[in-house]
Each structure stands twice: as structure tokens, then as C-alpha cells.
């Protein structure tokens, strides 16, 4: 028997019936196949076969190496027949062990998938029901027919094997070799030199004895007193408070006394076994109560005397006691007195982790599983199809020992090493006899003009107006000013940039947009003169305020049919007014809402022309994409009457037009707020310490970003190098500049050089070290969102693996104690070299000299502001904001990431490998150009992907 | 706001007058048939503060007898509507079920829905840092809220309130869901809120004539959008067709919200809390943002607009700072980095502090309306939770933080510290009770199944 396992609980089963479990038994070789190939065939001292647990048909499974390893997979084939019997069976309604075709569940069950997230992962448990096994016979059995039932051979346990071994749990080995560190031991000389790294274990049962569920330290689970028979319980929790020598306390107010058994369901293998013993009994002193513990019938501990040992009464007692073999399925521990009752308060089972459990440990966040899934770019998916060096196994060893996990060689050598190349072999796609898998390369963000061909593009999903461009829009159409977009809600995020196409829009948001329909059209009203093209209070003037305004609205003319529709709407409420000049300006307000609540102005809802797969984009399709890349707002009239003349079809019509549009202020806007969304600038909030500073710190930020990009126009280089600045009296206090502008500028910002050493680019501006404000989160954003690299998503238990520090430690020091694990800075070593070097500048941009006082160290300490990169175009040591923007200016990476990300925000989507051409040409193009950011945006709208669409996804 | 003749402009309506917060008294009673016939009708309250509280919320004595913790000084004199639990746990995360990054964006989901939170988002980088998670299953206040409104004797005006105080619009908002994967953003802006609330009795147009022309203005413009968005569909790609439908989905909300504006003459004006003005430092713009919507929560829980809101103060790893509170750091930076130092206990204690205040004040302005049967905090259940805790680590996951005021018209026992910390309980079941407790005794697991076992013992009445 086993306790890990892996099934969907079943709450809402559907009928199932499962013809194939009444054949297929009466060969069977028993569950237990424990003769342990490695232990059998290399240790002498190894024991005999053991005893099968449940079957009476043993005698085929226990004496040969062969037959144990043929058994083992024998009961993985016959539960796959199982599972895919002919007719009804499992896979009915739970599809495939990984959920694909499960069917959907008919009532508050969205699925039924065995192995459907989170039951997928390995070491997922349930324990209040039972093994996999157990469940399956107990609960399934009416679905099987009788033949699956408690007891009944092995149908359960061959379905669990298939189900456990599909999920990547090595099921043969767990059966077979139970002790990897006798069996490393046994291989090592054949294997390798280096030592074997650190052992990992896992819990799989921890019991509270004598008390309720209880945490642990370390975030063990305790469950309540359970598979026991004999003893009593007494329970302190009332009168003690304090345990000594335990961080553990909770665990020893309780304790099972008496003389007692327990009979825990594991599976055979070998565990170790860990005792909390404690003397509660204050009268109690050594030698009043002796004991002993025997495991498995045999004596692990003898003469365990608790007062002798801890040194005194209400004091922990912790004895371990490792390798003990379980081969019937069941541990069994006997409390057995020597002078006096016997007592226990905790017990836990641990063993150590499989090789499953290791790689997931170690090299699942940067490689994926078996078949490539959640692979990422640093190090790829370890199929066969796609790893240059896991080919041969021992090469494979090798490398592992030697230089993985990333950064942290020596975390997995020796037997470590072994286990996963072997794993690796086993288990992933291509290798021996498993099904290869194909998987695409990566997207190169550079892009690449060998892929060009044929036009071709990746599909863009249906785009709703953003609230960051709504009010532009709608004072583009009416003249009217003001903030209309106060209750919307957030916009959905691709990248870092507010684009509207992940997901449906909320219905509150709904809700707004006639809200705000209405509010517009009051105030459309009072702009009457400035947008409609007559002034007579006529139905023909109404028609044709229509058609001239909603031209703009839909982005293309619009049609008899929707012309027809409104303007009904228009009549029926005109003639419902008191009079016809109230009515006229009331119908004029519903056609205005009319207009901004149409999908056709919520949405950018594009066929393109032609048919095919990758079709151009119709002329409006593109005068709309122009608008609302370099814009962010609706197309003019004259790209309207350009699209109805089709001229927006060569490179050199649709150039010109790009810089017609980047002259216009509204341009400055749209590159404000690229800059602003790419490094997360945030407003600040009002009423905040310095608000004035942030608030003209913003103003400096933006009037920067325009003037490198329109008046010098800079490249990217010149956002990491720009060293002026346009201030006022709150920004030179900020900045500490002193002395007499460059240039006067408007509004109290004048122009002013900055310390180059200080404040020289953009990353060394309070806007971006505000909204960004830790050296995480800016080692993060450089990163990702420079250098377009990868940093795995932290594990699960991130936050907990952080140790307890003290306010004694330099900030830096102490960051980097959480990241000597090989689980957590293996990623770190990616962003803090990165983050760190701003730490002269505090979480408002201030500049600083050393980190702040604490209370144990009250003259604060020094700053360090050594830097590397690692995995790019610039790699080595810098110090400081001012060298590390330096290295980014000079770098290939950094240029085309930037580019990267003015085509997301062009395109309205991230790019796939099949804008592969369009990036390349971008790059290229830019480059041939000069390279400054205004060659980059125009390269975009003259690439395949902005002038293309694709048809389905 | 100008002062209106409620009475002269809604002749036909009944009137609930109620008063702004800031005038505390006079109350002219409800002519409300429903709530003059009986008990009052059962509410539901979520209030979110982000961050986790200090160990200054947690009590000493478990029972009746508690002894509130030294953050929890303002709830003194409400203690006997108070309850208070520990032991509630995120438990799909302890028991391993649930192998998701503790982070921020992916416990808020979490949060009050107690299902399995994921990447939702397929556009977003697996491995970005700030990718989108959402939950799979859907937010108790949502699942109250539908079972009302498909109810014609508990339906009302608006499926639910749903208010965010200065919650930003990044990743960390996923908090409420409607229906699996889709978060909803909450109303940050209190004007827009107040006339989504109370546009029904805003008379600034004059009269039931200007009522009943802007009724008709805005069926034309429905009509209008949904025959467009019919038209529209048919040249959509497949996979957008869902976007749209979803779309058309809100237009026939709003449309049956207008059929019942329309169709119910009988139905209730009410007088609209004055909002107040900002000012000052940015806790106490805070405070007012907050006081606004609490005052427009309870309003429209009185006017009978909606009987189920969310209350969602900031968002989760905001940096507030409390500067009314001594304090000089933002509130996230107190809960990460040696968390358990004396000066950062410190400082939760007095945020926690802080929240409580404002807790207070909405128990208090609850107890200010009679209702049928005692005060609307009597026909109330108000619950108030956090996305983590930080009770023995970062982020943790146990112990989250839950306080209830209020019975639901005296479904559940008042008055204790409950303690599950011997018999731990996930956060699921805190939903099943107050499910139970609003009438819905069917509902007897939320979230994910295994680690919800019931009703939690011993609340209900």
C-alpha cells in the first residue's frame, strides 16, 4: 500500500463503467516487487524475497532480477489495458491520465481529469482517503463491477502503477530500488569521482500522537493521532508553554503513552523514522520510564530513557532512526515498556526524494518536464530532440555533476548527477523507446530577414480601446475636454503596455461605457459648432453630423444599414421631446452615444482583404493601426480619404504618412507613453512624502523622452546617457543641481545639465527607481525587459525559503543568504547583479550614501554597487547605475529588446517566431536608417506585421 | 450636491431619507413595505485590506471572554457583534494540493475564491514576474450575489457593489470573479460609484418626466448597441466571438436593469450619501476614499439597491503610508525582510490599528440604521480578510486573518474568538458558513473540495 497519490478526488463522479477489470488477473504477478533490482544484485547482505501483501500469487515475482523488473512494468501495461479497455472505460470520463478529452463535467465539476491541475503534481496527496489504490477499488468498484473491489487482486494497484508512472513518477524504481544512497554507494566507482551532494528527503507521514493537526517547523503538516492501536493520551497544552530544546513545541504538548502500535500505509522502500520523545511527568527522572521502539518487528531503539537523554523533564527528545526497509506495504512500530509506559509525541516518516522529485527540485523551472512542457530559454526542454549533451547518458552524468544546476555545480554531483541523467533517459521524449517530440525554437526577439518569404504575421486577437486612449479619442471626435475615464476598469496587460485583447471586457466596464456615452454627449452638446459640419436643427444636418463624425468613430464610412438604424433612434427621440429643438439636440446626444457604445468604436475589428491565411490589412484596417500606434488616438481625415483612394498600399505612401503623423503633438503623447509603460512608470499618489518632487520629476521624465526622441533625435543609447533634464525648483532640489539653465523652457521647467555620474539616463530618474523601488524589482526589469532574458518563476515555496535574519547584516548581505540555495539563486544571480548597483538611490530616487541606520547597527552601512551581467551581449563587472547603463548603451541585446517592445506596442500583441521576418527587417531597417527612435517606429508600420493580418490563430 | 425636494420630484416613490455619515441622527423611518413586514433583508459584506494584519488583531482568550489584541482597541465597544477567527488557513497551499507561487498576483485570486489559481492569461510570458494569475472558480460574494438576483423575491436593482479604495490597475487586483478566470476590477471612482448607486433618485434633470426621457434616451442607445454588436459578430473570427458575446452579455444586463428601473414604480429613491472631498496626506485621502464608499455601501444596502458589495481596500504589496501612524515606510516594505524585528511588528500593529478604525466606523455607521428587528448590522454579515498573513513567516499562508461583525438577521453567533488552531480549517469553509448564514444551507463545500469540509463549528446560530 502507498499513500501518495495523485487522483482526482471524485465529488461529482460521472457514470463510468469499466469492462477490462474482471480479465487480465489470473496471471498476474503481485504488486510487490520488491526484490529490489539494485539492493538484490549488489548487496550481499541483501534479505531474502519478501512476502507479497495482498496476493496470494507471489511466487512469480520474487526471486529474479528479471522478473521483479518485467513484473513491475507488467503491472504498468495491464493497468494502461485497464484504463483503455475497450468499450466503457476510465477513459469515458477522465480522458487521458494528463486530462486531454476529459469530459466536461455535466454539473458543478468543471472536470474530472486524474491527473487536472493541481492533482497533477507528483507528491500531490489526499491523505483522509486513502492511496490511489485503495480509492480507485473503493470507489470506482461500482463503476468497474465487482471484480474491482477491495481486496480483489490487482486491478487498483495496476491502474495506480500506470496512473502513477504517466505522471512521471518512476513506478519501477520506487518498487525496485528503494534506497538510492546504498545504490550510488554500490555504483559510485564505476561512476564518478565527485562526492555525492547533500541528500534531500521528503515527508510522507507525519503524525501529532496524542493531538489534534499541527504544524511543524519547516512546514511539515502534522495530522492528528491516527493508525494506532493501544495507549492514551494526555495533553499539557493547557499548563505548559515553553519546550526546550524544540521549535517544535506544539508538537510535544501532546503524547500517546502506554504501551502501543502503530500501522501506517506507505509502499515498500526504505524510510527514515523520526521520534519526538518528550517526559511530561514532572516527577519523572532518569531511569523512571525506559522503553523501547521496534520497526518492523525488529528493535530500533532499546532503553530509550527521556529524562537520561534531554537532561530533564518537559525537554525534547528527538531520535531518529534511518534506512528501515518496508516491503509488505505497511510500517509497524511497537512501543514496548522496559521499567514503565512507554511514550511518543510525534512521528514522522521521511525518505529521500525521488528522482522525479529531484529534477523538479533542481532543473524543472529552467528545463520543463518530460516532453518540453514549461521549458524556458535558459537551457531548453531536455528531450532528445532538443539537448545537445543528454545524447549519452554517462556524457550527460558528466555535464550534470559539472556544471548544473546553473551556477551551482556542486548542489547535484556524484550519485545526484547519476539519478537525474538516468531519469532524464527514462523518462523524456526520444530517448530509448519513447515517443520523440518536436518543439519549435524559440522566438529570437532580434529577429531574423533569412525567414522572410512570403508575408506572414501572428493573429491578432480582437483589441478594445484602452481607457489610457479613450479620452483622446473622444476629443478627437468632439472637442471636448476632461477625464472621462475615472471608473473604468484597469486595462489588461501584454507586456508591460495596457492593450485590451487577453480577455473579454468585465461588465462593469460594460456599464461604464454607456455611462460615460451619456456624459459625453452632454458635453458634445456644448461643442456643437466645432465638430458638426452644419448648424441647421434638420434631420439632413443630424444625417450628415452622423456619417462626417462617425467616419472618424468607426474608422471607415459607415454603412446604409448602420446610417439607417441611428438615425431611426434620432427620430423616435426628437419627436418624443417637448419640441424640435430640444429634440434635435437630444437626438444628437443619442446618436453621439449611439456611436461610442458601438463595437465598431469599442473595437478594432479588422477582416483584412482577400482571403488566405495571412491576408493584407484593409485600407481603413490600416489608417486605424496608424492612428493607433503613433497617435493612440482615431485616424484624420486625411488618412481616411487616403484609405478611401487606396493609397496606402506602397512603402514610400505609407512612410510619408508616419512622418506626417510623428510631427504631430499627438505622437509625443504616444511616445511618452510607450517609455512610460515599457520601465512601469507610475504616477505618484497624492498626498505621498514629496509629492511636488514626484510630480515634477514625471514632468521630466516625459519632456526627456520627447526631447531625445523628436529634438535630438536620439536613439536608444541616448535614454541610458541623456544628461539633461527639464526642471523646476522641486526637481533641482531632487536632483541637487545647482547653477543656471541650458535653456528656458515653459511652464518653470528650464533645462538644466545634470552630474552625469548621478542622474545620466532615464534608470537614474526618480520615475522610474519610484515605481520600480527595490533591487529585485529593478534587477527584474532589467532583466526581462531590457535584455528581453528569462528568470524562472520562483518556486513555490519562495517566501519560506528566506531565513530569519537580523538588522545586524549589510541589506545586501543579507539578501544574499536566501540565495546560496541552488533552488533560489540559480534565478537571482539574473537580476540582483542587476538591481543591486541602484542602491545609492532610495525608493523615491533620492540619492543616498550609505544604507539607512538600524537599530543594531546605528550608523547604517556601506553600499555595495558591484554589478555583472550574465547571458548577454556585455557580459562582466561594472559598478554603479552610471557603468551599467553605460554597458546597456553599448549593447546589440538591449537595441533590439528595445525594438522588441515598440513592436508589441505597435502591434497591439507579443510576436511569435512568425514575425520572425518583420523584427529582422525592423532591426535592419532602423539600422540602415540611423537607428534613432523615430527610425524604429517607422521601420514597424512598413513591416509585414503591422500591414498584415492573420485569419484564425 | 444641491439640495432636492425628494418628495416633490419623486411623488410616486417611496423615500428613505438616510443621512451622510457626517450628520449622525435624525432618521426618517422606512415606508419600505419590505422591511416594514419583517425582518430586514440579509446582506453580505467583504472588506479586503491588503498585506496582512499585525499580531496585534489576534485575541488572547478564545470563547466569549476574548480579550481583543492591542491593535484591535476601536472594536472594543462592538465586541458583542464581533467575532474573531484563527486557525483559518489557506490549505491547498499546506497540504502541497496546490503548487503555485507565493506571490502576491497569485494569492489575491486565492483569496475569495478559495480555488486554484493559475496563468489564465496564455498571452503573457509563463515565467514573467508580473504574469496575470486567475482563479478558476468564483468569488463568494459573486456566488451570494447570483443566487439573489435569480431569485425574484431577492432580487434588486444591482447584482452587487463592488468598491475599491485607490486599487491600482496592475497585476495584484484579481480578487472577485464572476465566473472562473475572469477577475473584475472593482469601482475606484467614488462619483462614478455614487451615480451607478443613486442615479435612479439623482433629480438634478428635474422630475419624473426628465426621469422617464433619459429611461427612453437609454433604451434607444441599448437597442442601438446590441443590434450593432449582433452585426458585428457575424464578421468575427471564431475566437473572438466570445469577447463579443460576453459583450452582448453586459448590454442585456443593462438592459434588464433598465426593464426593472422601468417597471418598478413601487420601488425605492433614496437620498445619496454626500461624498467629501480629499485632503491632506495620502492615508488620509485614503481614510476619505474609504469613508465614501463605505458610506455608499451602506446607502445602497439601505435603499435596497443591492444586497451583496465587496469592499477592496488598495491592493495587494500597495505601499501606502501611514503617516497618521508615525510610520515612514510603505505598508508592503513592513512585510518582507525580517519581518518579526520589534520595529515592524510595530508598525503592522499600528496599520492593523488603523484598518480597525476604519472598521469601526463602518460598524457604527450600520448600527446607525434601524431596521426591522434591531440595525441593518444586525441583518448584516460583514467579513473581513486579507490575502496572507504574516504570522510566522512572509506571505504566510496560515492563520489568515478573519473577522465577522454582524448575524444576517441572527444566523450567526456573535460575540467570540473562535479558535481552529488545534482543529485547523481552510478558508473555503469561512464561505460555507456565511453561505449558510445568507440561507444558502445547500452550499456545504467552496473552493477547492478536499480541503473544505463544512460549515465551520459552532458560528451558526
Known sequence: MFTMNLYRPLWVVLALSVAGCSGGQDDASSTNNSSSLVVSSHSPSSEPASTPPMSSVSSSASSSITASTSGCQADIDRGKALYNAAGLNCTTCHGAPDGTNKTPGAGANPSIAIFDAPYGAIGAGKPSEGALDVYIEKHMSVYFGSNCTEGNATCGDDLAAYLYDTAGQNWCAQQGSQAPSSAASTSSAASSAAPDSPLHYVTVAAINTGGDNADGDGHIAFKADNSFTGGQVSDVSGGVT???????????FTERWGESQYELNLYNGTFDIEFGFIELVEEHTAGSRVFNVAIEGDIKLSNVDIVKAAGGTREALVKRVKNVKITDGKLNIDFKAVTHNPTVSYIKVQRIEWPGEQYDRLCASCHGGPNGEKRTELGDALVASRCTVCGDQKVLENYIGGTMPFKFPQACTGSCAKRIADYIHRKFAGYGDNPPVELPDFLDKGGDTNSCGAPNTEFNHLRRVASADYNRMVADLFKVTGNFTKGFSADQLVGNFFINTTRSAEPGQVEQYFAVAATVADEALKTLPKWMPCTDKTYACAKQGLETVGRRAF???????????????FTKVRQGAENLTIGFDRGIAVLVQSLLTAPQFLYYVETGEGSGQVVPLTQYELAARLALFLWRSLPDDTLLDLAKQGKLKTNQQIQAQATRMLKDARAKGAVMLFHREWMKVKNPDAGTNGYNQQVAAMVDFNRTVSAVTFADEGSYKALFEVDYG????????????????????????????????????????????????????????????VLCGVIPAPPPNAAEAIPEADDSLNPRDLFALHTTDPGCGGCHVLMDPLGFPFDHYDDEGHWRDRYPATAAVPGGFDIDISGNFLLTDVDGDFEGAKELQDKLASSNDVSQCYNYHWFEFAVGRKASTKDTCSLGKVNELAAAEGGSILDVMTSIVLSDSFRHRRTAP | MKKHNIANNYSRRTVIKTLGITAAAPFIPVLNAEAAAGDGPKRLLIVTTPNGLGDGATPTKPGADYVNGSAFGALNKHKKDINIFRGIDFKAYNTNLYKVTNSHPALAPHLLTAAVTERANANEDANSQTAVYHSKGKSIDQVISQRLMANDATKTAMPFIYAGVKTGRGSFYHQVYSRAGASLY???????????????????????????????ERRSVIDNATAEINAVMRVLS???????????????????????????????????????????????????????????????????????????????????????????????????????????KDARNKITQWYAERFDYLIKKMKSIPEAGGTMLDNTLIIWTCEHSNDR?????????????????????????????????GHGDMYVTAAHAMGFTDINRFGIPEVSQGVLPGVLA
Not at chain 1, 515553553?242 to 510535544?252: E, G, M, R, S, W
Not at chain 2, 433629480?203 to 419624473?208: I, L, N
Open chain 1, 242 to 252: 515553553d519546550i526546550a530544546n524544540t521549535k517544535d513545541d506544539i508538537l510535544f
Open chain 1, 555 to 569: 474608422r471607415r464610412p459607415l454603412t446604409n444599414a448602420e446610417v439607417n438604424r441611428f438615425m431611426a433612434s
Open chain 1, 726 to 785: 527639464f526642471l523646476n525648483v522641486h526637481t533641482k532640489a531632487l536632483y541637487k543641481v545647482q547653477g543656471d539653465a541650458i535653456e528656458a523652457g515653459a511652464n518653470g521647467y528650464d533645462k538644466y545639465a545634470l552630474n552625469p555620474n548621478r542622474r545620466a539616463g532615464l534608470l537614474a530618474r526618480a520615475p522610474f527607481l519610484r515605481s520600480n523601488d527595490s533591487p529585485t524589482v529593478r534587477g527584474i526589469f532589467l532583466r526581462e525587459h
Open chain 2, 186 to 216: 472593482p469601482q475606484v471612482n467614488a462619483q462614478t460609484l455614487h451615480s451607478q448607486i443613486f442615479d435612479g433618485s439623482d433629480a438634478s434633470s428635474g422630475g419624473d418626466l426628465a426621469l422617464q426621457r433619459r429611461l427612453a
Open chain 2, 238 to 344: 471564431n475566437v473572438d466571438k466570445q469577447k463579443m458575446q460576453d459583450h452582448l452579455d453586459a448590454v442585456r444586463q443593462l438592459e434588464q436593469q433598465l426593464a426593472f428601473e422601468e417597471s418598478n414604480t413601487g420601488g425605492v429613491a433614496c437620498m445619496p450619501p454626500t461624498l467629501k472631498a480629499e485632503k491632506g496626506a495620502q492615508d488620509e485621502r485614503f481614510q476619505i476614499d474609504g469613508e465614501n464608499m463605505m458610506d455608499m455601501i451602506v446607502q445602497g444596502f439601505a435603499c435596497d439597491r443591492t444586497r451583496v458589495a465587496t469592499l477592496m481596500w488598495s491592493n495587494s504589496a500597495n505601499g501606502i503610508k501611514f503617516t497618521s501612524k508615525g510610520l515612514t515606510e510603505g505598508h508592503h516594505s513592513y512585510t518582507h525582510s525580517n519581518i518579526f524585528s520589534q520595529a515592524k
Open chain 2, 393 to 425: 513567516g512572509e506571505h504566510d499562508r496560515r492563520n489568515i486573518p478573519y473577522i465577522t461583525a454582524g448575524s444576517a438577521g441572527g444566523a450567526i453567533k456573535t460575540g467570540n474568538f473562535f479558535d481552529f488552531s488545534s482543529n485547523r480549517r
